[in-house]
Every structure is written in structure tokens, then in C-alpha cells.
């Protein structure tokens, strides 16, 4: 898609801006095509001026955080991608306020979210660890484990509708359902508020984390790239359980495996494309389906064009 030269001149003004950048370097999955400008907004002042940009010269615009939960096509996006991850670019705040409420952008990796929330003896929110990427994307998601999710420890939110208005919309779990959150369509999230229960001794949350990361180690193939759990959990079944059953353990298309530790992960283990992936994504819901007559509805979003 040809972008004016006017438009890319009026993004730079709202941060920094690279112009058919492989979207496979922000991903966890190490693939996907170009972006035809990519924007690292400069804070969240900016992002309702990119929203009016988008809108008044009629460009898509999507949003992605840490893309960790992330498949894009191998042929890339076209218009105005929005990147919300804090990098060297940009550091998330994350703030303890007099309430006793915790805010913290929403670019803030979830690691650094779980650290500072510990380190002010806090808990509640053990569940994210090891979970990676941004709280944006986690809340999006209503990311969590059987210990928890976000609409556990969630307040409010600061969005930004598709017209570029600014707004806290309060959030409890009528909105929510299993690993989605319904907060309207083109909503962009800037920041959130949690309460977390204080604690006088965080030395039992931190051994409780260090548990919960050694866990992960032992059971999800952390030497490859992946997306975490590929596919949601249909109600009475365990996805892993039905791709293993299935006889899917190891099988490959290209250079995408689903794992032998874990059969809900799909890795990149030999220079995959996004192709490879989501070819083996429609192999795995084919058979499941033909010998369990069980629908497997993936986790992961794809995006862009294949």
C-alpha cells in the first residue's frame, strides 16, 4: 500500500516510525511480513493523534503489544501498524498510587508488572509469571492459568476509541469470558489499574513464583519460538490431551513442530514461515475433529495477509 509522504511526515511527529519493517523481529514467533509503517508512539498522548491519521486518510490501523499471542502473515500488513511494548524506545510507568492502586501502562512487559508489584509486597497476580508479553495484550485476552487471570486484579482501563477519544471504562467479568475480554470493537488500551492484596513478607510470593517459572521450564518448550498455548481448552476436553490422542505429537509442515513437551505448542524449530504455521494449525483441527468429532478454536490471532 502506497503511504503518503504528508502521512509518514505526520506520524514522525507522534513517534518513531520505520517504513516496511519485517513484523517477524516483534513477534515471538520469529515471522511475518512487512508493515508498511510501523509506529512507536512516543506515550500515550500520541495515540489518539495516529488514530485521527489513520481515519482521516482512510488507512487500516492495527495494534499490536509484545506478539506473543501473535501469527502474522508472511505477506505482512498493509497501512498503519501501532506497536504498544515498552523497548528501548520507550519505558512503561508503573506506579504505586496513594490509594494503595497500582497503575501501569499498558506496554509494561508482565515480568516487569510481576517484579515491581513483589517488590512492593504485593500478591495476587503470581499467575502471570512466565507468562510473556505486554499487559495491553494480557488484558485483551483476559490472559491467565488455573491460578488466575486478569479480571482478578483489574480495576479499570484507559482506552482510546476508534475516533480518537480518550475514556476509563471499569471493567468486572461480565465483560469477560475464557481468554477474551469484550471492551468494544477498534478499542485501544493505553493503561490499567489493578488492586492487589498487601502483604507484609513477600518472601513466600517470591518462592511461589520461582515455583510457578520452574514449572513452565520443565513442561513448555522454552528452547524454541513460539506463541505459547495455540489452542483454547473446549469445555470438558484438554487440548494437548486431544492433539497427543490424535496422534500429532512431533508432527511437522515445514519448519513448524508441534512440541514434544507440550502438544498445545506449536514451535518454530526450523526457520518456519508463518504459512507453515497456520498450515499445521488447520492440519492439527482437521484430525482432532475427524477422530473426536471436538472443534479446536485457536488462541492465537492471526493477522495480515498469507
Not at 524506545?89 to 490509594?99: G, K, P, S
Request: hydrophobic share 40%; glycine share 12%.
Amino acid at each position: 500500500m502506497n503511504i503518503p509522504g504528508t502521512v509518514v511526515r505526520a506520524l514522525r511527529e507522534c513517534g518513531l516510525v520505520k517504513e516496511n519493517e519485517l513484523l517477524k523481529h516483534y513477534t515471538t514467533y520469529r515471522t511475518g511480513g512487512p508493515a508498511d509503517i510501523l509506529v512507536f508512539p512516543e506515550n500515550n498522548e500520541s495515540i489518539p493523534k495516529i488514530v485521527k491519521i489513520a481515519a482521516g486518510e482512510r488507512l487500516p490501523l492495527t495494534v499490536i503489544g509484545g506478539g506473543s499471542n501473535l501469527l502474522v502473515g508472511d505477506k505482512g500488513l498493509g497501512g498503519i501498524v501501532v506497536r504498544l511494548c515498552e523497548d528501548g524506545f520507550r519505558r512503561a510507568e508503573i506506579v504505586l498510587q496513594e490509594d494503595g492502586i497500582i497503575y501501569a501502562d499498558s506496554i509494561a512487559s508482565k515480568e516487569r508488572f510481576v517484579d515491581f508489584t513483589v517488590n512492593i509486597g504485593c500478591s495476587g497476580m503470581e499467575f502471570l509469571a512466565g507468562i510473556p508479553g505486554c499487559i495491553g495484550g494480557g488484558i485483551m485476552m483476559n490472559a491467565g492459568t488455573t491460578l488466575g487471570a486478569f479480571v482478578d486484579i483489574l480495576l479499570n482501563i484507559d482506552v482510546i476509541d476508534a475516533g480518537g477519544n480518550n475514556s476509563t471504562m471499569a471493567v468486572d467479568r461480565s465483560m469477560t469470558s475464557y481468554r477474551s475480554m469484550s471492551i468494544g470493537e477498534g478499542i485501544i488500551i493505553t493503561g490499567a489499574r489493578f488492586r492487589l492484596k498487601r502483604i507484609g513478607d513477600s518472601t513466600l510470593v517470591r518462592n511461589n513464583i520461582e515455583d510457578i517459572l520452574a514449572d513452565r521450564r520443565k513442561k513448555h518448550p522454552m528452547d524454541f519460538p513460539s506463541a505459547g498455548s495455540v489452542f483454547k481448552n473446549p469445555r470438558g476436553y484438554s487440548s494437548w490431551k486431544l492433539i497427543a490422542d490424535a496422534g500429532l505429537t512431533g508432527r511437522a509442515v515445514g519448519g513448524a513442530r508441534v512440541s514434544d513437551l507440550h502438544t498445545n505448542f506449536i514451535i518454530n524449530a526450523d526457520n518456519a514461515t508463518s504459512q507453515d504455521i497456520r498450515n499445521l494449525i488447520c492440519l492439527i483441527q482437521e484430525t482432532v475433529y475427524n477422530k473426536f468429532g471436538v472443534g479446536l478454536e485457536t488462541e492465537i490471532k492471526m493477522i495480515g495477509e498469507f
